[in-house]
C-alpha cells in the first residue's frame, strides 16, 4: 500500500492514479489456472446452508435491477422501480425476521433516455438511478458524443454512470488512449459514480482483461464492470478472478479500493450466490456490501425471491407470486 494512506476513510472514493506503463507489463493471467481456481469457487462451503437466506438477501441489496432493452417503455421502468422499492414480498421478510426498510436493491440501472422516468418513480427513496451512456453497449461514437451523454445523463438525475470503454484502444495496446478516454468520462461524470465495462469477451485474453482492468482503476473508476449483458459471453467466474486480483493489487499499491460489477446472464440465485463467494474469497468482507459489489442483472430477483420462498415455506411459491423480475 502507497506510503500515508493507510488511514484513507472507507468510502473515500478512488480519485484515480498516473498512468503507469511499467505496472501493465507486470500483469499475468495463466488462463488455464484461472479457470481451475474459479471452477473450485463454486464448490467451496463459505455459504453454509443455514446461513443462505442471508446470502440471497445480501445478494439483493447488492443488486443493481437492470432492464435495458430495445423495447422497455416507461410502463416497463415504473414497473421495475415498483419493484426496486419492494424487492420481497413482506410476508416472507416477516418470516425471515427482517424489517422490510433494510431490503432495498442498490440502484435501478436503465437506458440513458429513460433516467427521467426512473428518477420520478424513485422519488422518496435512497435508491440512486444508473444510467448507461456513452453509447451503450457497443460504444462506437465520437468522444465529445460519450461526454455529453453522461453530462445529460447526470442531469437527467442519474447518481451513477456505467460507461463502455472503447475495445479498440485495448485490442491495439493503447494504454494512454484507453486512460485519457477513461479519464475524461469521469471528470464528466463530477459526483456521480462510475462505472467502467469492460466488455470482456471483446478484449480477446484474459491478459488485456487485467491490464484494462488496471487502466480504468488509474483513471479514476469507482467500479470495474465485466460485461454490457449484449456480447455473447458476458460475466464469467474466471474472468471476475482476474478482475478481482487487479482490484486488489490496486487497493495493495494504492490504498484505493474499487468495487467490481458482474453484469449480463446472472439468472440464478446460485450464480449470484458463487460471484459473492468469489468476493469473500478474494477480496474479504469488506467487498460484500453495495459500496463495493454490484450484480447487474434484469432476471435475477424472481429467482432469488423462489429461493426465499422455499426456504420459509419448504416448497416453490406459484409463479405468479414472483412476476417481471
Ligand atoms: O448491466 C446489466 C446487464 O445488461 C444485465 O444483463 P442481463 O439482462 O443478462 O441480466
Same mark, same amino acid.
Given at each position: 500500500?502507497?506510503?500515508?494512506?493507510?488511514?484513507?476513510?472507507?468510502?473515500?472514493?478512488?480519485?484515480?492514479?498516473? #498512468?503507469? /506503463?511499467?505496472?501493465?507489463?507486470?500483469?499475468?493471467?495463466?488462463?488455464?489456472?484461472?479457470?481451475?481456481?474459479?471452477?473450485? &469457487?463454486?464448490?467451496?462451503?463459505?455459504? $453454509?446452508?443455514?446461513?443462505?437466506?442471508?446470502?440471497?438477501?445480501?445478494?439483493?441489496?447488492?443488486?443493481?435491477?437492470?432492464? &435495458?432493452?430495445?423495447?422497455?417503455?416507461?410502463?416497463?421502468?415504473?414497473? /421495475?422501480?415498483?419493484?426496486?422499492?419492494?424487492?420481497?414480498?413482506?410476508?416472507? /421478510?416477516?418470516? #425471515?425476521?427482517?424489517?422490510?426498510?433494510?431490503?432495498?436493491?442498490?440502484?435501478?440501472?436503465?437506458?440513458?433516455?429513460?433516467?427521467?422516468?426512473?428518477?420520478?418513480?424513485?422519488?422518496?427513496?435512497?435508491?440512486?438511478?444508473?444510467?448507461?451512456?456513452?453509447?451503450?453497449?457497443?460504444?462506437?461514437? @465520437?468522444?465529445?458524443? $460519450? &461526454?455529453?451523454?453522461?453530462?445529460?445523463?447526470?442531469?437527467?438525475?442519474?447518481?451513477?454512470?456505467? =460507461?463502455?470503454?472503447?475495445?479498440?484502444?485495448?485490442?491495439?495496446?493503447?494504454?494512454?488512449?484507453?486512460?485519457?478516454?477513461?479519464?475524461?468520462?469521469?471528470?464528466?461524470?463530477?459526483? @456521480?459514480?462510475? $462505472?467502467?465495462?469492460?466488455?470482456?469477451?471483446?478484449?480477446?485474453?484474459?491478459?488485456?482483461? !487485467? *491490464?484494462?482492468? /488496471?487502466?480504468? *482503476?488509474?483513471?479514476?473508476?469507482?467500479?470495474? $464492470?465485466?460485461?454490457?449483458?449484449?456480447?455473447?459471453?458476458?460475466?464469467?467466474?474466471?474472468?471476475? &478472478?482476474?478482475?478481482?486480483?487487479?482490484?486488489?493489487?490496486?487497493?495493495?499499491?494504492? !490504498?484505493?479500493? =474499487?468495487?467490481?460489477?458482474?453484469?449480463?446472464?446472472?439468472?440464478?440465485?446460485?450464480?449470484?450466490?458463487?460471484? #459473492?463467494?468469489? *468476493?469473500?474469497?478474494?477480496? !474479504?468482507?469488506?467487498?460484500?456490501?453495495?459500496?463495493?459489489?454490484?450484480? !447487474?442483472?434484469?432476471?435475477?430477483?424472481?429467482?432469488?425471491?423462489?429461493?426465499?420462498?422455499?426456504? =420459509?415455506?419448504?416448497?416453490?411459491?406459484? @409463479?405468479?407470486?414472483?412476476?417481471?423480475?
Amino acid at each position: 500500500m502507497a506510503q500515508g494512506q493507510e488511514d484513507q476513510p472507507r468510502d473515500e472514493r478512488n480519485p484515480g492514479v498516473p #498512468l503507469d /506503463l511499467g505496472w501493465l507489463r507486470e500483469v499475468r493471467a495463466n488462463r488455464s489456472a484461472v479457470e481451475r481456481r474459479a471452477a473450485t &469457487l463454486p464448490t467451496r462451503r463459505t455459504v $453454509k446452508r443455514e446461513w443462505q437466506a442471508a446470502w440471497l438477501l445480501r445478494a439483493i441489496t447488492c443488486l443493481d435491477l437492470t432492464t &435495458l432493452a430495445g423495447d422497455d417503455t416507461p410502463g416497463t421502468v415504473r414497473r /421495475l422501480c415498483a419493484k426496486a422499492r419492494h424487492p420481497v414480498r413482506s410476508e416472507l /421478510l416477516e418470516a #425471515l425476521g427482517v424489517p422490510e426498510e433494510r431490503i432495498q436493491v442498490a440502484a435501478v440501472c436503465v437506458y440513458h433516455n429513460l433516467v427521467p422516468v426512473a428518477v420520478a418513480a424513485l422519488r422518496g427513496t435512497q435508491i440512486p438511478v444508473a444510467a448507461v451512456s456513452t453509447g451503450f453497449p457497443a460504444g462506437q461514437i @465520437a468522444l465529445d458524443q $460519450k &461526454l455529453a451523454e453522461i453530462a445529460a445523463s447526470v442531469r437527467a438525475g442519474a447518481r451513477e454512470i456505467d =460507461v463502455v470503454i472503447s475495445r479498440a484502444h485495448v485490442l491495439t495496446g493503447n494504454w494512454q488512449a484507453l486512460y485519457d478516454e477513461v479519464r475524461a468520462f469521469r471528470i464528466a461524470c463530477g459526483e @456521480a459514480h462510475m $462505472k467502467t465495462i469492460l466488455a470482456t469477451h471483446e478484449l480477446a485474453t484474459l491478459r488485456n482483461v !487485467g *491490464m484494462a482492468s /488496471l487502466v480504468c *482503476m488509474m483513471a479514476g473508476a469507482d467500479f470495474i $464492470k465485466t460485461s454490457t449483458g449484449k456480447e455473447a459471453v458476458n460475466a464469467t467466474l474466471p474472468v471476475g &478472478l482476474v478482475m478481482t486480483r487487479a482490484i486488489r493489487e490496486y487497493y495493495e499499491r494504492t !490504498g484505493y479500493r =474499487v468495487g467490481l460489477k458482474p453484469a449480463g446472464g446472472i439468472r440464478s440465485a446460485k450464480t449470484a450466490l458463487d460471484w #459473492l463467494i468469489l *468476493m469473500k474469497e478474494e477480496l !474479504g468482507d469488506e467487498w460484500l456490501s453495495g459500496r463495493l459489489f454490484r450484480i !447487474g442483472a434484469s432476471g435475477l430477483l424472481s429467482d432469488i425471491e423462489r429461493q426465499l420462498s422455499y426456504f =420459509v415455506t419448504g416448497h416453490y411459491a406459484a @409463479a405468479h407470486y414472483n412476476p417481471l423480475v
